[in-house]
Each structure stands twice: as structure tokens, then as C-alpha cells.
């Protein structure tokens, strides 16, 4: 058999879906339609509906309160492009991600949108993330992809381009995608948000915190508590203000479309870290401040005000969403569909595997993650480490190596190690798959 590029197997990948869809779960009613919303780098213990005690959103606990909200909701990685990769395709970093010249997302792998794109729906998005942008993979499948650089002077051309997006949506069952950097750095939210600021005099400036939370983190500059807290005054208010500005944008999705047809998900690529473990930011680490993020949903067959305490992750969006719409998922998929979480016959999820590799400082770490452990390798040191999260949720002692560790890391190693630069396996199973329906020989 010759190896099938990458261009031809994503066409299979995407065939093979049309047909199932074609054949299997066509639809008589129109299919329901879909809206995801990022709002990157929030971490979920800042929310209040969370249970952090400053009520820095009141419009995503609204949301949350008329569906259902994931308490114990992880991203399997630590930075915005590897976090929409796992979001938008339901698989891993190591499975979805390339790093050749450019981290992009690998061409076999669908996205989301072209999911629904091959099954007639029309696509569009809005987001203000570099690495987000066509060039790193995720405009595939939409019909118009607009980018705003996170800055003050474009935040009301962003939230404009929404509204119009939404404006424009007609009869066909359509995906809208909407991503939101305002809670990133610099923590730069509008003054009216300063509702949380102690007073603070220190080395840190408002105006330039963007650069000097760089320096922190490239270790060039270093902070003591108060500066810390100066930070997170600043992050709760960008929360807040991001919140506002979502807020805008549920009320204009609850006046122009049908809320009878139509799922919205609120979630996050990865949360954000203040020193707790010696580091700031994203990016380099695995510890629970970056992996825990908000996930939220309603729609029709979503149940008000329910809270899901079994795991959930973003490798389980596209499952999730696929099931609601009533549609198939494609063969290969890493996570599995929430759906029987709010249900009688929910079920703790298998280990979610986890890696992070940020070429900008060659930090690459490996790991899984269980409902009470973690196990992390640090692919450049040698390092691995081991928490007990139930008994040590601060992730403070080492418990590397125990019996616990053996276990994981011999499960964790029924993977391949990561490696970015090299092509995607195609599982057996999912050749097999290709291979009944006449694609492969
Ligand atoms: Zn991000």
C-alpha cells in the first residue's frame, strides 16, 4: 500500500465523514446550529461561579446557570495554539500538532468547521490570537476567518465584526466560532474594570505589566507577593472586562438566532499561572493553575443549572458537539462525548494525556493525568514527577517514583513519545476504517 499524503488523507478523513453522515444520522428537521466561545487564558478558579469569591463574571455564571457547567474541566496542554488544536480537532497535542518550521496544526487532521462544512453548514469566526491565525492551520473550513490583534483601539472593531457575523447568519444551520484575548497579557481592561485593585506601589507599572510579566517569565526580573497580587488585581479585571464584552455578545445571539436550535460552549485553551510554582504566565508547565479552565454548555437537550462533576477536557469538544448536532465522529478521536456526564450512566473518563512543547523556550513536557493523580515527564531534563492531587492538590510534593508512577508512566508510554516534527500515525484501527469503505487498498 502506498502511504497516502497528507493532503489525500485528509480528504479521505473528510469524505469518510460526509458519507456516514450521508448514510446513517441524516436528519429530517434541520440541523440544530452551533456557537464556541474562547476566552483565552482563563483559569477556572478566578470565575466566581467557580467558586472564587470575587464576582469577576457575572455574565458567564448567568450563562452557566441556565445549562451545564464542568466543574472539573482541564486543557491537556498550556498554550493558546496546542489548546485550540486539541479544542477544535478532539485529540491531543502529540496526535495533532506538527513543529517543522511553524507549529501548525497537521493537515490530516479535520478541524471542527470542516467538519460542519461538509455537512452544509456555513462557518465563520472571529479571533484576536496570533496563533490562531490562518498561517498556523485553523481557518480550514471556515467561509470567513477575521483576525483583530488584541489591542484597546480594536476591541470595539472585534466585538463590531461579531455582531455582524451574527447578523449575517440566514437559513442554513451554521458554526460560529468567536475567541476573545482580552483576558492575556498585558492586563490592559478599560479603567471602569478596576474594581478589584488594592492599593499598590511597587516595581511593577500598569501601563507596561505586558513587558514585565515577560521579563518575570523569561527570569529576568523577579517579583515578591505584593507585586503578585498587583498582577492578579489586574487579571481579575481583565476578567471581568472580557466578561462584559461576552456578555454583549450572548445578549446579541439571544436576540437574533433561534436559541431553540442552537448550542453554545463557553470554554478556555488553558488557565494561567502566578508563581505558585515559581512561574508566570503559560506555556512551560503542567501544573493544575494552567490546566483547570471553565467549560460551559447549553442548547436544547441541555439541562438548566446542572453541574457536572465527572472529568471533562477539551479533547471531548468535538465529540460533545458532533453528538448534539446529531452528527458522527470521525474515526481517531482522543476524547469522548460529554453527553452521559449530566445523565444516570455518567462514568469517570479515561486518563487524559498531556504535553507541552513552546519552541520559543524548547520547554517540552509529557504527562497524564488521572481524576487523582498526574504524572509529568520533563522530556528535555529527565524529570518526572508524580502528585497526588487529592492529597496534595497544590502539587507541592514529589512523589516520583512510587507504585502510582510505575503504573502511569507504563501507561503513558503505550504512546509514542512526542515528536513534533514528524508525520501523524494513522491508527490501525482507523486504516481498517478507511479500508472497509473502499479508500485504502
Ligand atoms: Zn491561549
Known amino acids: 500500500m502506498k502511504p497516502l499524503s497528507n493532503p489525500q488523507l485528509s480528504k479521505l478523513l473528510l469524505a469518510l465523514f460526509a458519507l456516514s453522515v450521508a448514510s446513517g444520522c441524516a436528519e429530517e428537521d434541520q440541523p440544530a446550529n452551533l456557537v464556541l466561545i474562547s476566552i ?44 485550540h488544536a486539541s479544542m477544535l480537532s478532539g485529540r491531543t497535542p502529540r496526535v495533532c500538532m506538527t513543529s517543522e518550521e511553524n507549529l501548525r496544526v497537521r493537515e490530516q487532521v479535520p478541524l471542527l468547521a470542516e467538519l460542519l462544512k461538509a455537512k452544509g453548514y456555513r462557518t465563520g469566526a472571529v479571533h484576536s490570537a496570533h496563533f490562531l491565525k490562518a498561517e498556523f492551520g485553523f481557518d480550514r473550513g471556515f467561509d470567513s476567518y477575521q483576525f ?13 465584526a461579531n455582531r455582524k457575523l451574527i447578523a449575517s447568519v440566514g437559513q442554513e444551520p451554521f458554526f460560529l466560532f468567536f475567541h476573545f484575548m482580552s483576558v492575556h497579557t498585558p492586563y490592559d481592561p478599560p479603567k471602569e474594570h478596576s474594581i478589584f485593585e488594592r492599593p499598590y506601589s511597587g516595581v511593577l507599572n500598569r501601563e507596561k505589566n505586558g513587558e514585565q510579566v515577560g521579563s518575570i517569565f523569561e527570569g529576568e526580573m523577579s517579583i515578591d507577593e505584593h507585586d503578585r497580587d498587583y498582577l492578579i488585581d489586574l487579571y481579575d479585571q481583565a476578567i471581568h472586562h472580557t466578561d462584559r464584552r461576552v456578555g454583549a455578545l450572548l445578549q446579541e445571539l439571544y436576540d437574533h438566532i433561534d436559541l431553540s436550535r442552537t448550542y453554545i460552549m463557553i470554554t478556555s485553551d488553558h488557565g494561567e499561572e502566578f508563581m505558585e510554582h515559581s512561574s508566570i504566565l503559560h506555556t512551560r508547565t503542567l501544573y493544575e493553575e494552567v490546566l483547570r479552565i471553565p467549560m460551559m454548555l447549553r442548547g436544547p437537550t441541555v439541562p438548566n443549572g446542572a453541574r457536572v462533576t465527572t472529568r471533562a477536557s477539551l479533547v471531548d469538544v468535538v465529540p460533545t458537539l458532533l453528538e448534539l448536532l446529531s452528527l458522527p465522529a470521525p474515526p481517531g478521536l482522543n476524547g469522548q462525548s460529554l453527553v452521559p456526564s449530566w445523565g444516570p450512566d455518567a462514568t469517570d473518563p479515561p486518563p487524559l494525556e498531556l504535553a507541552t512543547y513552546y ?3 524548547r520547554a517540552s513536557k509529557w504527562g497524564l493525568r488521572t481524576s487523582t493523580h498526574k504524572l509529568v515527564l520533563d522530556m528535555n531534563t529527565g524529570e ?39 508525520e501523524m500515525n494513522v491508527s490501525a484501527e482507523d486504516l481498517e476504517e478507511l479500508r472497509q469503505l473502499g479508500y485504502v487498498e
Open 359 to 361: 519552541p520559543k523556550m
Open 148 to 160: 483583530f490583534k488584541n489591542k484597546k483601539s480594536k476591541w470595539d472593531l472585534q466585538d463590531e
Open 40 to 83: 483565552d487564558s482563563l483559569r477556572a478558579d478566578h470565575v466566581h461561579t467557580y467558586g472564587y469569591d470575587r464576582e469577576t463574571s457575572p455574565n458567564l455564571d448567568a450563562f452557566g446557570e441556565g445549562g451545564v457547567v464542568f466543574e472539573e474541566a482541564l486543557s491537556p496542554t498550556a498554550w493558546t495554539l496546542q489548546g
Open 384 to 422: 518526572k514527577f508524580l502528585f497526588d492531587l487529592e492529597a496534595d492538590p497544590e502539587e507541592l510534593i514529589n512523589l516520583y517514583p512510587s507504585p502510582e508512577s510505575e503504573e502511569l508512566e507504563a501507561l503513558l508510554r503505550q504512546h509514542s513519545e512526542p515528536k513534533y516534527g514528524t
